[in-house]
């Protein structure tokens, strides 16, 4: 791990994964007041007001489109990053955060919800465009790197959500409008980084770039073994023909790697913690937590965030993935039934608001700790290169629609359900722990064979 490959993983966390972890959070705190807005354009615009279903619907539009845009952004990253590489599909997506930042920045003084909804959507074209990629030796920590931006990127949201600084109404525009400050930073030092090796001697066999590369990242001359070991992956990718997703779902011989991808992408973003990031004080403020004390409520649950992301990116490589993802989901399912419990009893026991907000709490710790990262990292572990881009896809767009699902749904779950809808993500949750715990095996330090001789 040396000091240029540290950096610009941090540079990259920093101007993608932050950003995604930013945008989840943003549109929490100033829903009160993107709703008045768009309540006030409406009346504007037709002589009426919203009525409470369609304000709900088109708020849910808002925050959920992101994921929309993110799922577009996922399908594309695979082109774009073989044909400009990871630094030059980097410095694009950043172009269009600042066109996003733009839009929602002056969607108030042009009058336009539209441009809010449509810079929404853009934001999570460039959150599903980003990448990352690691040395295999290191794929544990600095896998989970990005985990630990997203969670500063919550955490600094509901930091300038504060009434003292950007949570006031008339900040809100320059408030979703932040995401442009780390684009620009990304953009302007990403150049100072070489491209990725991989990329420069098997994409563009370019082995000169590739050794300048290695020798930049790696701070020593000595490279000649990564680079026949990245010729020698070379000359099995030009024999190796990639699957599509049909294939991948069609092969019987990955069948339980494909379905524990499904399983655990779908999990992560059923488990109810897309719904906590989205609306975190509408939560607070049905469990009976004072409006005034609700943003530092929340800022408090994101401070454990990112305690609990630290925890997990350290420990995994010595406890491995396996124990961190199934006692992840344990902890959140057994909160999300805490949540339900102390609702139904806060009219007879006031004190029960407390407990409320400790199971939230509960529920962002254990998925930070394992669910947040590990199932990225399984992804690439469990398949093969000719199996992989094909299993990313399908984890990554399901991860993606089910985070447009929860975050579109939810307001309605709760007007529907009440306090019983966090049953749901507890249901969720303990069934995908069970899965694990009885089909997953653990993955670290283990090669392809090892685990496929596993699951067979």
Not at 335 to 362: D, E, F, K, N, R
Request: aromatic share 10%.
């Amino acid at each position: 791990l040396t000091f240029p490959l540290l950096s610009v993983t941090l540079l990259v966390s920093f101007g993608s994964s932050m950003l995604y972890g930013y945008n989840l959070a943003v549109v929490n705190s100033p829903a009160v007041h993107i709703k008045a807005f768009y309540n006030t354009t409406w009346s504007q615009r037709y002589g009426h007001g919203l009525a409470s279903g369609p304000l709900t619907l088109l708020y849910s539009l808002t925050v959920s489109i992101f994921a929309l845009g993110g799922l577009v952004g996922s399908l594309l990253v695979g082109v774009l990053v073989e044909r400009y590489g990871r630094n030059g599909t980097l410095s694009r997506s950043a172009l269009l955060v600042l066109l996003a930042g733009g839009f929602m920045g002056f969607s108030r003084e042009l009058g336009s919800p539209e441009m809010v909804i449509v810079g929404r959507s853009i934001t999570g074209l460039h959150s599903g465009r980003c990448c990352l990629g690691c040395r295999a030796n290191l794929r544990g920590f600095l896998g989970l790197m990005p985990s630990i931006f997203i969670c500063l990127g919550v955490f600094f949201a509901q930091v300038l959500g504060l009434p003292e600084l950007l949570g006031e109404d008339r900040f809100w525009p320059l408030f979703l409008s932040v995401v442009v400050v780390p684009a620009s930073l990304q953009l302007l030092l990403l150049h100072c980084f070489p491209e990725s090796p991989r990329y420069l001697l098997i994409e563009r066999n370019d082995v000169c770039g590739a050794i300048k590369a290695l020798r930049r990242f790696l701070g020593t001359p000595n490279v000649q073994d990564v680079i026949e070991e990245m010729k020698e992956e070379q000359r099995s990718l030009s024999s190796v023909e990639m699957v599509s997703v049909w294939q991948l779902l069609q092969d019987r011989s990955v069948r339980w790697q494909t379905l524990s991808v499904v399983v655990v992408n779908v999990g992560m973003q059923l488990s109810g913690i897309d719904a906590i990031w989205f609306y975190t004080n509408t939560i607070f403020e049905n469990a009976g937590i004072p409006v005034s004390q609700i943003p530092y409520t929340t800022l408090g649950t994101g401070t454990i965030e990112v305690v609990a992301g630290l925890i997990g990116c350290f420990t995994i490589e010595k406890l491995g993935r396996r124990p961190l993802i199934i006692t992840g989901f344990c902890v959140m399912g057994i909160c999300s039934a805490g949540i339900t419990v102390s609702l139904l009893l806060q009219t007879t026991l006031p004190w029960m608001h407390y407990v409320s907000v400790a199971c939230v709490v509960g529920i962002i710790a254990g998925f930070c700790m394992g669910p947040a990262g590990v199932p990225f990292l399984m992804t690439a572990e469990l398949f093969t290169q000719s199996h992989r881009p094909a299993a990313y896809i399908v984890g990554g767009s399901l991860n993606w629609l089910c985070n447009f699902t929860v975050g579109f749904v939810f307001p309605f779950l709760q007007i529907l359900a009440g306090a019983f809808c966090y049953l749901v993500f507890c249901g969720i949750c303990l069934l995908v722990a069970l899965y694990v715990y009885l089909v997953v095996p653990e993955t670290k330090n283990k090669t392809f064979m090892e685990i496929s001789h596993i699951f067979a």
